[in-house]
DNA sequence: CATGGATACGTGCATATGCATGTATTGGCA
DNA sequence: TGCCAATACATGCATATGCACGTATCCATG
């Protein structure tokens, strides 16, 4: 039963910062989830948007003209936390919320300006795409995302 | 060469939302990040305690008192991030922040109080814990740590 | 048509995260 | 010893995220 002495030399307390295989799943997620965000932030950065915000824009390019519940949906977000998501980007002209159908709804859509900005941050989201898998592998990453989705779509 | 047309019966639009294999490693991440969160949030919750906060009072636990610096980069996390993320905890007692050996550093620790919330609140970790391999799997959890652990060192 | 439950949002609060910058200390060196 | 680069933090800003609540609509029923 090693682990309870107090008095270890001052030396190597280095590996301990590094080395242990945190159990929790939730670290484990997040401090990927921050360690990357901060590649593709950097990156997306010189087109004035987060890596979040591109993820917003790019869904809703896909996705077309939606309630923000349903987007809140597809970019597995709270629907309160998507709300004010948009903020930054209603107010810098990028997406539109207006009126839905229903007189509860509101539609969210993105501009021309947002489509102009999202093509040219795609130029900087592959940049960041690229940097990524070059380091952690092109085949590696692909099988993380398979992964990723299956927590996302099991849990 | 189809999904270009525009005019498609009103149906379903509704796979679209959940159908689509995002490319982008960093939604990935984050998507992940923020389900996972929310179920160990809820169990922690009956501590007091965000699934982050314990995160850190379980490093600190075993690390012992340590620098911000140390710690922030034991957690994969900005140094002025952490910064901050203490003040909630230091507030309620949980941690000491203290003045370090140097004249500029600062030592963290646990203090008495931050033990005995971190052994109630590892029971209910346990159960998030438990909720979350339960459904995606012990075995591709482990696996799944190991992956992330990778991206964290390797990137 | 009035009404209760279900829907789709918006708000108040509180945390979580990082970047750019500014400040205090240390340590090494001319 | 006096000065500068490096070190370790703190702050101002701006986003990102969620929960608990409260509000406006819609809809199916009686």
């Known amino acids: 039963m090693p682990k309870r002495e ?11 910062v590094m080395n242990d295989m945190t159990p929790c799943n939730n670290l484990a997620l997040r401090q990927a989830a921050r360690h990357v965000s901060q590649i593709y932030d950097r990156h997306m950065a010189e087109a004035g948007l987060r890596g979040s915000q591109y993820s917003i824009l790019s869904k809703l390019s896909r996705l077309g003209a939606l309630p923000i519940g349903r987007l809140a949906e597809a970019m597995v977000m709270d629907r ?36 102009t900005r999202l093509a040219e941050a795609a130029v900087l989201w592959r940049k960041a795409q690229d940097e990524f898998e070059a380091r952690f592998g092109v085949v590696e990453a692909e ?11 099991t849990v």
Do not use: C, F, H, W
Request: hydrophobic share 35%; net charge positive.
């Open 80 to 115: 309160t936390a998507l709300g004010r998501a948009l903020g930054p980007l209603e107010r810098d002209k990028l997406i539109k919320v207006g009126e839905g159908p229903d007189g509860r709804t509101r539609s969210v859509s993105l501009t021309a300006l947002g489509q």
């Open 6 to 16: 107090a008095a270890k030399p001052p030396s190597p307390a280095d590996d301990a």
């Open 143 to 153: 099988s993380l995302r398979a992964t990723l989705k299956r927590v996302v779509n």
